[in-house]
């Protein structure tokens, strides 16, 4: 094909030179446009609607259709910044669950289309059939000899630009342009062709916005072609925010018997199976990364807090835990060093994090690279750490303030996901219904070693209000019957029994339980076997009370 009839084409954003511009093939550089009207503005001529506003235009083209007399810019030359050869825009899918804004959404800013003839063309009347998939226009101009550079000297004959009006066949618009200058003057190498634009109407789910652009010449009544037809990519979509919520590396936390009060961290796989005492262990990383995708006004990266993502809340929740020991100072529940500090129920099951302000900053990957939020928890050093028997379980939940936008939780299933669980080094065990001292019933604790080591039994006595009788102590076994334990050491396969006399004794010689007490049995062995028992001294009826709720309950 001849060079003097094909075409390049370019949507640009930055202030055009012809050496943009490949012979023989149509370039795309993406385009947004700030548009010059001022009477200082030189060269250019705007084009018209072949029917002004009429019905089929406004389908196509949006409420004001392509009438410049409705606002539009009066001749002035685009100027352009920020270019990106050969990339559409890419807008946050973030911003189309419910209809669409117009793209860029700045009264001031618009895209454009530019085309440049290659070679002389040698007829006066030239056409465009352009296909829109995927969108609508609001068309703010057309414009003819578009001559930046200034690189031919026939600005004077900018060529009468016309627009025929569009039909929509589903997602596409289609629409013509017409082009005509004097005989004497045809189409030619200097001459430069620009529509501007904004998008409606875009629908992130279908893809990118796509113009097709065909082009011809009639001769003789008929239609010849002109150009290669060309599919550019003006506008694509992606997910501008990706959040991940994941448990700790470490596994499963646990509590060290002798206090009860610290933990003993399991440390990653990386480091091998190393324990290490700490007030403090990490629960999970909350993390976020923005990929640079634009907000509707195609300039700004789409972002927490900015005007077209503007929050009415971002709330992480962490149930089904035990916050009691951390609940007061110098304990914490925190995300990304106590940059944002939790608040508990009143039963220190729930924590929850109110990230509103913050989440943009906290889980950033930029100031923090590949750290996020940690979410860790930090005990005070005096109160007991709960173990409880389920796993703590986060979620987060983000909503928009536009009702227009995707409110989204993560996980995305809108369950929430297990944290590490915070376990007893070793083995716990409660038996209830302890009997005061001077009552007819009393008890009589079985404690028999499963394992092949010899280690202590400690227990801590509290009464039915839960005020401690006695802090954790070393259990002696009373020598009934001739079984062992009596020097505080129970012996692999041994059994020991703790009598209601040896609890006195360990409480200062009487025991107050307000009632009915229990009793924490805690030691570093993995398996032991308690049975409780309650004899009535007047009748000498012994009763197990090993199982059940007010029994024996072990965790190992």
Known sequence: MNLKNKLAVAITTALLSVGSYAAGGLTAI???????????AVGGTLGTCATSNSAATEDAFGANGCDSADGNPDGGIPTYTDAVIGTPVTFA???FNVGSPTLPSTSTDHFAVMYQAIGDIAKATFFFDFTLTNAKFNLAALYSNYDIAKDCADNANAAAMTIHPGTIDGNKVTFKVELTKPDANPVGSCDKFALVYTIKDATASSGAVNLKAETYY???GQNRPAGITDDIDIADFAAAISITLTPSEINDAKVLSETGKEYV???SSVNGDVYETSDKVTLGVLKLVNGGVKDSTAKNDFTFGNDDAELTSA???ISEG????????????TVQEAAVNATFDAENKTATFDLTSTIGNITDGVTAPNVGGIIEMAVDGTTDIGT???NPCALLTVDYADSNMKDFTVPESGACIDLPRII?????????IIPNTGQNDKISILITNNTNDDDVVKGTLYAQDGTEVFPLTVLKGDGHNGIGGTDGVLKAGQTMRVSADSLAELAGGTMDLKGRGSLRITTTLSDIEVMAFIRDSSTNINSNVSTGASGVSCVN
């Open 218 to 220: 009639k001769d003789s």
């Open 93 to 95: 899918t973030e911003m």
């Open 424 to 432: 007893p080094d070793g083995t716990i065990c409660q038996v209830g």
């Open 322 to 333: 035990d916050f009691t020991a951390a609940a007061t100072a110098p304990g914490r529940v």
């Open 265 to 267: 961290k399991w440390k």
């Open 388 to 390: 409880p028997e389920n």
């Open 30 to 40: 993406t385009t947004m446009a700030d548009i010059d009207d001022s009477a200082a």
């Open 315 to 317: 709330t992480l929740v």
